[in-house]
Structure formats: structure tokens, C-alpha cells
């Protein structure tokens, strides 16, 4: 099951349910392909001078469609709460549980439906896309299905591998202590259990379930691979990284475009800035041994390199083909491990690059999200596909009318 591996992967950093964000996404490097303009705005929509005279003094309020949510009673009385209607190698669920996603998972389509309702006059319907192919009535209960799959499945691949929780993990799941962890210091449970009843539709119990499947997939991790993938060789990592075609480089960026609006500089700096390449590669180019060369060119690069990705890829970019630019990329190919390029003009500027070996610290690119290095990487995939073939060998196995539920017929009449 492809999702879930990909699930899986996300699960190491972050599983469970998330109540807020609180990084943000690191800046982009300008070596990414641009992406392609915004259509222009057809109207401003201004009332012409001769009309306004006959515009309306107020606009009339927006009629707001209704909303249809499920009948939940009705849902929730397919089956008695201690049904067991999920089961995988020996791990059970009941229909208590099941029942709990399935309504935290409505709930929550319904709040974007009175989003949708209120904000644009928009009422999507159940049967309506919610993506990759499914509608949202499809997507509440394969949601739900892929939840509890996820915890019967570790806590049935931990039990195989003779992995429990520690102590720790324990009391770092007590109600006042993920508290403190989610909502900040001096949180109570109370606090917790407000928010998730109120933002996530869930009881605080099935939030814990859900954490208690995070810290237990970490837990699973860490033991077969270590904490940061450690129980790779670094010949592995190396081998998969050359597998996948991934390069690796750091640079020396003067921009030739003002980075604020794309748009060219003049002539007389861009000349300046031609020179002053020239005189960097030049000055790389001349020092042959390799530690003072990689100290030298780190100390011109911090210095003055205009790459706006260089915060979060101090380094150098590890990254797949077509992920830069051509020229950079291409340059890239052409040289050496700690070969020094000539600079290479592309349409953000002249680049003097440096191309890296690959290991098991290159932190490896990502147009999304916090980096991670290639040892983290592998090791998430290697876990990812180690747990799903697991999967593959015990499948899922549901009570009647559970597999197929089709919610359709529980949203309420006009």
C-alpha cells in the first residue's frame, strides 16, 4: 500500500494527529525552476463614474446554502461499541474506535463545508471530489480505515520484533504531560481535552491512542535503524543516493536579478559582478590542497554568496535531476568531486560551484518542508517498506458491512 508508506515515512518526524504548526517552511534557494507568472487581472472592479449614481447604496447579503451533515445516531447504531470490526495479526479494533474516527473525520469535512458555505456561498456536497479520486463521504471512512490500520499495525510489528515503549515514552503520554508538550507549559489536561474535543472532534483518549502509535513507530525506528538512521553503513546510503542519481554541490551565487522582482540588473553591475566571478575562480582554482580549498571557499561563500537558500542548506544542495536549474545542474556533471567550476551564467546570476561527494550527512533538498540528511532518508524508507510489507503478509480483516460503509446514506435530508 503505497499510502500507507509514504504515511509511514511522514510518521517518523510527526504521526498522529496534529493540532498546530509552530515552524514554518524554510526559504527556497533561487536555484529552483521559477515557476511560471500569474495570470493578469481582467477587471478591477471599480464602478465606472457615469454608474455610480445608480449603484446600489448596501449589497445585498450573501445567501449562505445549508449545509447537510450525517445522522450520527443512526451511524453509530450499525454496530454495539464493543464489536470487534478491524482485525490484523491478532490486534483488534472495535467499533467504539472506529466509530470515533468516523466521526472526528466527518465533523471536520463538515467544518469546511460551513467554510465553504459561509466565506464563497459554496455548498460541496458528500458525493463531491475530495481528491486523489474519492469523494468526501469515501475519504471520511478510508481515512478512518487508514488510521486504525496504522496503530493495529505497530503495535502488531512491535510485538513481532519484542519492541515496547519505555518509561519514558510512558509518562510523555500521560494526559498532563501532552499537555505541556502540545499547548506549551503550565497546560492542564483539562486545556487538552477542551481543544481536541473542540478543533479535532475526538474524545482525549483516542488522541492518546493516536500519540501512543506515534512514540511507538518512533520507538520501532530507532531500534532497527537508531535515532538518525546510525545502523546504516555509510556505503548503503552512498550506494542509494548514486541509485537515485542525486548530485551534490555548494555554490558561490552573485545574483544578476533583483531578487525582490526578477528583474534584470544594469549593465554596469552585471559587468562588475562578471569580473568579480572571474576573480573568485581564479582564486579557488589556484589553491590545490583540497582541506584549505573547501575552508577557503566555505569563508567566500559566507561572505559573499546571494543565494537566499544558503540559511537552510549552509552546505550545499544534495538533489535529483531537474530540481535546479540546467546550467547549474549540468555544471554540477561536469566536474569532479571538489572540482571548482568556472562561473556559469543562468538566469539568476553567475555561479562559481563546488561539487561534493554524497554520504550519509548530505542534507538532501526539499522544495517542502524541513530537510532531513540522506541517512535520516533512507533508514524512513527502509523502516517505511520493512513495516508495509509486514502489511502485505497480515491484510486487514473487517466485519461485516465495514470495508464497503458507505456514508452516503447517513447525511441528513434537506
Not at 481582467?42 to 457615469?50: K, M
Not at 463521504?137 to 519484542?162: P, W, Y
Request: aromatic share 8%; hydrophobic share 45%.
Amino acid at each position: 500500500m503505497k499510502k500507507l508508506i509514504v504515511a509511514l515515512i511522514a510518521v517518523l518526524l510527526a504521526f498522529g494527529v496534529v493540532l498546530s504548526l509552530n515552524g514554518q517552511n524554510a526559504p527556497a534557494p533561487v536555484l529552483t525552476p521559477a515557476p511560471a507568472a500569474a495570470a493578469d487581472a481582467v477587471t478591477s472592479g471599480e464602478v465606472p463614474a457615469e454608474e455610480a449614481a445608480d449603484a446600489p447604496a448596501e449589497e445585498a447579503a450573501p445567501v449562505i446554502p445549508e449545509v447537510r451533515g450525517l445522522d450520527y445516531a443512526a451511524l453509530h447504531a450499525l454496530h454495539d461499541d464493543g464489536d470487534v470490526v478491524m482485525t490484523l495479526a491478532g490486534e483488534t479494533e472495535t467499533w467504539s474506535r472506529f466509530y470515533a474516527w468516523l466521526q472526528a473525520n466527518g465533523m471536520q469535512v463538515e467544518d469546511y463545508f460551513r467554510q465553504m458555505a459561509e466565506n464563497y456561498q459554496i455548498a460541496p456536497d458528500w458525493n463531491g471530489s475530495a481528491g486523489n479520486g474519492q469523494s468526501f463521504a469515501s475519504a471520511v471512512v478510508e481515512q478512518a480505515k487508514d488510521d486504525l490500520t496504522s496503530m493495529m499495525l505497530i503495535r502488531a510489528f512491535a510485538a513481532e520484533k519484542g519492541i515496547a515503549l519505555t518509561e519514558v515514552d510512558l509518562a510523555a503520554l500521560t494526559p498532563d504531560a501532552l499537555a505541556a508538550e502540545v499547548l506549551g507549559e503550565g497546560k492542564t489536561a483539562d486545556d487538552l481535552r477542551e481543544i481536541v474535543e473542540s478543533r479535532l472532534h475526538m474524545s482525549l483518549d483516542d488522541y492518546i491512542a493516536s500519540d501512543y502509535a506515534s512514540h511507538l513507530f518512533r520507538r520501532c525506528f530507532e531500534e532497527l535503524y537508531g535515532p538518525n538512521g546510525e545502523n546504516l553503513s555509510e556505503e548503503e546510503i552512498v550506494a542509494w543516493l548514486e541509485g537515485q542519481d542525486y548530485l551534490s554541490a555548494s555554490h558561490i551565487l552573485l545574483l544578476t536579478i533583483d531578487p525582490m522582482t526578477g528583474e534584470a540588473l544594469d549593465e554596469e553591475t552585471v559587468a562588475q559582478k562578471k569580473e568579480q566571478a572571474q576573480k573568485l575562480y581564479e582564486e579557488l582554482s589556484a589553491i590545490e590542497d583540497q582541506e584549505a580549498l573547501v575552508a577557503r571557499f566555505a569563508e567566500l561563500k559566507a561572505e559573499l554568496c546571494e543565494d537566499t537558500g544558503k540559511t537552510a542548506y549552509p552546505d550545499g544542495y544534495t538533489f535529483t535531476p531537474g530540481t535546479m536549474v540546467p546550467e547549474f545542474e549540468n555544471a554540477v556533471r561536469a566536474l569532479d568531486n571538489y572540482g571548482v567550476s568556472a562561473p556559469v551564467e543562468s538566469s539568476y546570476g553567475l555561479h562559481i560551484i563546488m561539487r561534493l561527494p554524497l554520504g550519509g550527512e548530505s542534507l538532501l533538498y526539499s522544495s517542502q518542508g524541513t530537510p532531513s540528511t540522506a541517512r535520516v532518508q533512507m533508514a524512513a524508507l527502509r523502516f517505511a517498506e520493512e513495516v508495509d510489507a509486514y502489511l502485505a503478509d497480515h491484510p486487514v480483516e473487517y466485519a461485516e458491512g465495514v470495508e464497503d460503509l458507505d456514508l452516503t446514506q447517513f447525511v441528513l435530508a434537506e
